[in-house]
Protein backbone atom coordinates (compact mmCIF):
# COMPACT_ATOMS: atom_id res chain seq x y z
CA UNK A 1 0.00 0.00 0.00
CA UNK A 2 1.00 3.39 -1.04
CA UNK A 3 0.26 6.42 1.50
CA UNK A 4 -0.21 9.42 -0.45
CA UNK A 5 0.13 13.40 0.82
CA UNK A 6 -2.26 16.51 0.68
CA UNK A 7 -0.07 19.62 -0.34
CA UNK A 8 -1.75 22.95 -0.70
CA UNK A 9 -1.92 23.66 -4.51
CA UNK A 10 -3.40 27.62 -4.41
CA UNK A 11 -6.66 27.53 -2.99
CA UNK A 12 -6.85 24.01 -3.30
CA UNK A 13 -5.10 20.80 -2.29
CA UNK A 14 -3.76 18.35 -4.57
CA UNK A 15 -2.40 14.90 -4.43
CA UNK A 16 1.04 13.93 -5.39
CA UNK A 17 1.42 10.50 -7.39
CA UNK A 18 4.57 8.58 -7.32
CA UNK A 19 5.97 7.77 -10.51
CA UNK A 20 5.06 3.96 -10.02
CA UNK A 21 1.54 4.94 -9.23
CA UNK A 22 1.34 6.98 -13.17
CA UNK A 23 3.12 3.80 -14.59
CA UNK A 24 0.62 1.84 -13.74
CA UNK A 25 -2.08 3.76 -14.54
CA UNK A 26 -0.57 4.43 -17.66
CA UNK A 27 -0.49 8.51 -17.38
CA UNK A 28 1.61 11.28 -17.06
CA UNK A 29 1.38 15.21 -16.34
CA UNK A 30 -1.70 16.88 -17.89
CA UNK A 31 -3.52 13.98 -18.39
CA UNK A 32 -7.20 13.43 -16.82
CA UNK A 33 -8.04 10.97 -14.36
CA UNK A 34 -11.82 10.29 -13.07
CA UNK A 35 -13.18 9.89 -9.59
CA UNK A 36 -15.32 7.04 -9.40
CA UNK A 37 -17.03 5.88 -6.39
CA UNK A 38 -17.87 2.47 -5.88
CA UNK A 39 -18.96 0.11 -3.19
CA UNK A 40 -15.36 -0.51 -1.84
CA UNK A 41 -14.53 3.53 -2.18
CA UNK A 42 -13.14 5.83 -4.24
CA UNK A 43 -11.56 4.46 -7.77
CA UNK A 44 -9.17 6.62 -10.04
CA UNK A 45 -8.98 5.79 -13.33
CA UNK A 46 -7.82 7.50 -16.37
CA UNK A 47 -11.11 5.86 -18.15
CA UNK A 48 -14.34 7.73 -18.76
CA UNK A 49 -16.65 5.88 -17.31
CA UNK A 50 -19.72 7.53 -19.04
CA UNK A 51 -17.83 6.44 -22.15
CA UNK A 52 -17.45 3.22 -21.41
CA UNK A 53 -21.07 2.96 -20.73
CA UNK A 54 -21.76 4.38 -24.51
CA UNK A 55 -19.15 2.14 -25.47
CA UNK A 56 -21.03 -0.97 -23.84
CA UNK A 57 -24.15 0.21 -25.43
CA UNK A 58 -22.65 0.31 -29.04
CA UNK A 59 -21.65 -3.41 -28.84
CA UNK A 60 -24.77 -4.87 -27.89
CA UNK A 61 -26.32 -3.19 -30.63
CA UNK A 62 -23.44 -4.04 -32.99
CA UNK A 63 -23.96 -7.76 -31.81
CA UNK A 64 -27.87 -7.41 -32.10
CA UNK A 65 -27.62 -5.52 -35.63
CA UNK A 66 -24.59 -7.95 -36.90
CA UNK A 67 -26.09 -8.68 -40.48
CA UNK A 68 -27.13 -4.96 -40.91
CA UNK A 69 -23.89 -3.65 -40.60
CA UNK A 70 -22.46 -6.21 -42.32
CA UNK A 71 -24.46 -5.31 -45.16
CA UNK A 72 -24.26 -1.53 -44.88
CA UNK A 73 -20.65 -2.02 -45.25
CA UNK A 74 -20.50 -3.76 -48.40
Known amino acids: MTALK??????STGVILPKEILAKLKVE????????ETPDGIELTPYDPEFERQ????RQIMKKRRGVLRELAK
Open 29 to 36: QGDSLYVV
Open 55 to 58: MDAA
Open 6 to 11: LKAVGN
